[in-house]
């Protein structure tokens, strides 16, 4: 996801200093650090692997224009407008330009007032809009103050329906991306390059296959008239949706969705969902820098979407296996708690984009087809040389585990505690006004409700207990089986020396670790089946890119 | 609290018998929320906040210890990895994980410089589960050298999320050439080898603990929808026997600067260049109005809406970002400006620049609306980080981390409301001056 915002560094514990991109965004809104600035891989391709294909979301459902949540009495209104096109509706050749166009126009002139005009008139709200582009959809969002609505919603509007186009905006954006896509993309933080790979390998061949960013050689070639046209094709009156939520007086939310109605209706075209391979056996990317750490990532796409009937079973199993940023997960507990290998070890059945940035779950990623996707956080040496046996000790964990929860399923009680969890820790998904408006967004891309209106009513978050509650074992064991495999999956590497690397992975050697400390028997005896796991790969299935050429073109 | 969902969903943010931050006040307490405060005999203060969803609440310990209390050798980075530590258990929870999964709670931890903020977030009908199993780890934290030894390891990898960024490489290289003295002078996360011999610090721990983890050094922020009345003899009764004797450690003081520094580092990866100016600044106090004036001043002379930022970030775009950070800490710590220059071949004209640019803030007052929209601006900041309850927590933390207290919040913004362009200039005039800074640089390794 596109997400060019980023908080300043005082408010960052443990990282540096941090730079501003967009001057629209309030800092405190934007819960991302100084690497989102900085943001694409060719080479060889990787062969195509024969598998089952994954169903996911037949057809996207027609939304309702207007989504309207109405909170009478809080002091803050906020705003959603989603445009239902994202980086999937990219030009050959111009990836990136759907991003690069709701750069512009979150963060450039109109045609009532120059761009630092608008700077001026935000300030003294300490309100700021910015846009968020996943591959599906894009959402411009800001929340303000009762007090100044009106003030901030006359520019709001103005950065959607009257963008200047100008030619220093453009200039000024492009060139911030591409910043990102050469430089802070490739250096910054390889835990989160090693996700945008991942989803590179299990896309390639669909409009899902860029980063939203795009790559730098098509970020290059987008030009003022590109944007435009894109603008004009996809900014149509029905192919968005206006969602208000907030203390906004009556009447307000039917005057945002006339002032959209005059956008031109256009015809877009409904692109088919996705239709990845999934793998039939295990295909590795290596991609080489200097450093002292791997960065680790590893998934097959699924069937499953928000909806689907085993999404409430595969999201319980998800969160027991490897809920983000929770250290009872069971990946968690098997590489970090049990063996301080690493920082954190989580899995996912949506995409969680910047996961290293926040603990919100997000929102506004929606997709109709997804991976099955797990993230383990840098291994790093902690003797001269053991750093790739350490990572293939990590990742050989991790295949285990995913090996036994398909072999033995869940059992009852971890079943019933993970329900539990899920019934109070959900509580915390919609902190925020924005955030509640934005999980209905998500329920009109997905026609979830009563309606498919996106009221609330049978919308995600209601129905996570109710859909928790309906579960037993027979289900989620099924369900697991249904979606989940250990045999075929893509396996990205960050790391020093890919070639040494290479020749590990092919030798099938077995990597054992050491621990600064002593480790109970059990422990020990786990290690000799760990260390020993099959990863089974052939060298026609690893490829090896320098970080130089990552997400250079297609 | 029966249908807790929809309401925690459905309801707005304000609390029925609570102020809601509606209104912007011009004058009075900026902070809106019915707040109760009270101290025990043993030191612990506490403050209880109407505020939040319904049904909900957070609990808080702000530890009054971070990066800054580390002032003996080797052993930089403590702070944060006793973070870690507070979650391995006791003998009555040897699983604190455990228990807090079994409601659902929200929960985790940060370390900064001055302080350690444990928060967890969680149903209301919970708070005596949360009062009962927060204060048994503050008072009987109990771990082996075993698992202290790997969680040293968790930390190890912590480091290298993301030791290796630009902005990394040049935060070191800007604190080890301000700072010669003073704790601040290295990153929360430690210096890399002290890092690399945590799993040999066990005993250190136990007496970290021992010296830091103490009522009179902690203050609790309960923030959400619960009775005050229970809240209140809850905590008195599991933290009464919480025994104090909390002794300050002596926080080196930094030797005032004398002359200009300068510093030039390489970076091993790819970035455009970075050029920082940093002047050693006053503690952050709610009432010193040059205090306050130097934390506008940075927005004013170097933000979005800077005559500098239009210039060379928007017009002409020699920059590719300008960001002042300006934000005080407990302790005199600097403050920054951060230029991220197109052109390599700029650099040196673009630290001139900015150089000029101070010197016209030191020499010429900032106009009248301008400071309104500032002070405008630094309010509704305020009132719109008040919306969920871990937020109320984290707004009111500085004032709590810095003094020990809520109420200076209300104090600072009163002091913000009557800073004048003559406090403005003055600050710069007497802060940002050559003595005082320091200007790093860093470029790529083997240039552009």
């Known amino acids: 996801m596109s997400r060019l915002h980023n908080l300043p560094a005082w408010l960052v514990p443990l990282t540096g200093a941090a730079l501003l991109v967009s001057a629209f965004q309030v800092p405190a809104d934007a819960p991302t650090s100084p690497d989102s600035l900085l943001s694409a891989a060719t080479g060889p391709a990787l062969a195509a692997a024969v598998g089952p294909r994954p169903g996911g979301l037949p057809d996207p459902p027609d939304p309702p224009g207007t989504i309207l949540l109405a909170e009478p009495g809080s002091p803050f209104v906020a705003f959603n407008i989603w445009i239902r096109a994202g980086s999937q509706n990219d030009p050959e050749g111009k990836e990136g330009l759907a991003a690069l166009t709701a750069a512009l126009l979150s963060d450039g002139s109109t045609t009532h007032d120059p761009y630092q005009a608008i700077v001026e008139k935000l300030y003294p709200m300490a309100a700021g809009y910015g846009a968020s582009v996943d591959k599906e959809m894009t959402v411009f969002t800001g929340t303000v103050h009762i007090d100044n609505l009106e003030r901030y919603y006359e520019l709001f509007r103005n950065a959607l329906l009257s963008p200047a186009f100008d030619e220093a905006d453009f200039d000024r954006v492009k060139q911030q991306t591409l910043n990102f896509l050469e430089r802070g993309r490739r250096y910054n933080r390889d835990e989160e390059l090693s996700r945008e790979l991942l989803y590179w390998m299990a896309y390639r061949g669909t409009p899902y296959e860029h980063p939203e960013e795009g790559f730098v050689r098509s970020v290059r070639a987008i030009t003022l008239d590109d944007v435009r046209a894109f603008y004009d094709d996809f900014y149509v009156r029905n192919n968005l949706v206006v969602g208000v939520g907030g203390g906004f007086p009556v009447g307000f939310g039917e005057r945002v969705r006339a002032d959209f109605d005059t956008r031109p209706a256009g015809e877009v075209p409904v692109l088919p969902a996705p239709d990845p391979v999934r793998p039939d056996r295990v295909k590795i990317l290596i991609v080489e820098k200097e450093t002292d750490a791997t960065a680790i990532s590893m998934g097959f796409p699924t069937d499953l979407y928000r909806g689907h009937p085993d999404f409430w079973a595969m999201k319980l199993v998800n969160s027991w296996f490897g809920e983000h940023r929770s250290s009872f997960s069971h990946l968690y507990q098997v590489i970090r708690e049990r063996r301080g290998m690493n920082y954190g070890d989580y899995s996912y059945i949506e995409p969680f984009p910047n996961a290293f940035a926040t603990q919100n779950r997000p929102v506004n990623a929606s997709r109709r087809s997804n991976l099955f996707e797990i993230w383990i956080r840098p291994i790093a040496l902690t003797e001269p040389g053991n750093l790739h046996p350490r990572t293939l000790f990590a990742t050989r964990a991790a295949l285990r585990e995913l090996d036994r929860l398909v072999e033995r399923g869940l059992p009852e009680d971890q079943i019933e505690r993970t329900r539990r969890f899920l019934n109070d820790f959900s509580l915390n998904y919609g902190s925020t006004v924005a955030r509640r408006l934005a999980y209905r967004v998500d329920d009109a891309f997905f026609g979830l409700g009563a309606d498919g209106s996106g009221s609330g009513e049978g919308g995600y978050l209601t129905s996570i207990r109710p859909g928790l509650a309906a579960l037993d074992k027979a289900a989620v064991d099924t369900a697991i089986r249904r979606h989940l495999a250990s045999e075929g999956l893509y396996l990205v590497f960050i790391t020093a020396d890919a070639q040494a690397l290479k020749a590990l992975l092919l030798s099938g050697e077995e990597t054992r670790i050491d621990y600064a400390g002593e480790q109970p028997a059990e422990v020990l005896a786990e290690d000799d089946e760990i260390a020993a796991w099959p990863i089974p790969v052939v060298a026609d299935d690893i490829v090896v890119l320098q970080i130089s050429e990552v997400f250079e073109g297609r | ?448």
């Open chain 2, 1 to 448: 609290m029966r249908s807790l969902l929809a309401g925690a969903l459905l309801a707005c943010t304000a609390l029925a018998g609570s102020s809601p931050p509606a209104a912007a006040q011009s004058d009075g307490d900026i902070f809106p929320f019915e707040t109760r405060r009270f101290d025990l005999d043993n030191g612990l203060r506490t403050y209880l906040i109407h505020a939040g969803s319904p049904g909900m609440l957070a609990y808080v310990s702000v530890v009054r210890t971070g990066a800054r209390e580390e002032v003996e050798e080797g052993v930089t980075g403590f702070a944060h990895f006793f973070e870690h530590m507070m979650f391995r258990g006791t003998k009555k929870y040897p699983n604190y994980d455990g228990v807090t999964e079994s409601f659902g709670a929200n929960r985790n931890a940060n370390t900064s410089q001055d302080r350690t903020f444990y928060y967890l977030v969680a149903g209301s009908e919970y708070l005596e589960r949360i009062v009962d199993l927060e204060s048994d780890r503050f008072r009987n934290l109990s771990y082996a050298e075993p698992a202290f030894r790997t969680e040293a390891g968790a930390v190890l990898g912590e480091y290298q999320n993301n030791a290796y960024s630009a902005f990394s490489v040049l935060d070191r290289a800007v604190r080890e050439k301000v700072f010669t003295t003073h704790t601040y002078r290295h990153q929360v996360i430690g210096f890399e080898p002290d890092v690399r011999d945590m799993p040999n610090q066990y005993r250190y721990s136990l007496d970290f603990f021992r010296r830091f983890y103490r009522p009179e050094n902690v203050v609790l922020l309960v923030v959400g929808d619960f009775d005050f009345d229970q809240a209140e003899s809850l905590i008195r009764a599991y933290y009464g026997g919480w025994e104090p004797g909390y002794v300050p450690p002596a926080v080196p003081v930094e030797p005032e600067q004398t002359e200009p520094r300068r510093d030039a580092v390489t970076y091993p990866g790819r970035t455009l260049p970075m050029v920082t100016l940093n002047w050693m600044a006053p503690a952050w106090s709610a009432t010193d109005r040059q205090a306050v004036a130097l934390e506008l001043l940075g927005g004013i002379a170097f933000g979005p809406n800077s005559p500098i930022y239009r210039r060379l970030v928007v017009q002409e775009r020699r920059l590719q970002a300008l960001q002042a950070g300006f934000a005080l800490s407990r302790d005199p710590d600097f403050v920054q400006v951060l230029a991220m220059v197109t052109d390599p071949a700029d650099v040196q004209a673009i630290e001139a620049e900015l150089l000029a640019e101070v010197e016209r803030y030191q020499t010429e007052l900032v106009d009248e609306r301008t400071l309104a929209d500032t002070r405008s601006a630094a309010r509704y900041r305020f009132l719109m980080g008040l919306e969920a309850h871990l937020n109320v927590a984290n707004a009111v933390s500085r004032a709590v981390v810095n003094t020990g207290a809520l109420e200076p919040i209300n104090d600072y913004y009163r002091t913000l409301r009557s800073i004048t362009p003559e406090d403005l200039r003055r600050a710069a005039e007497r802060i940002l001056t050559e003595r005082n800074r320091t200007i790093v640089t860093l470029v790529q390794e083997g240039g552009s």
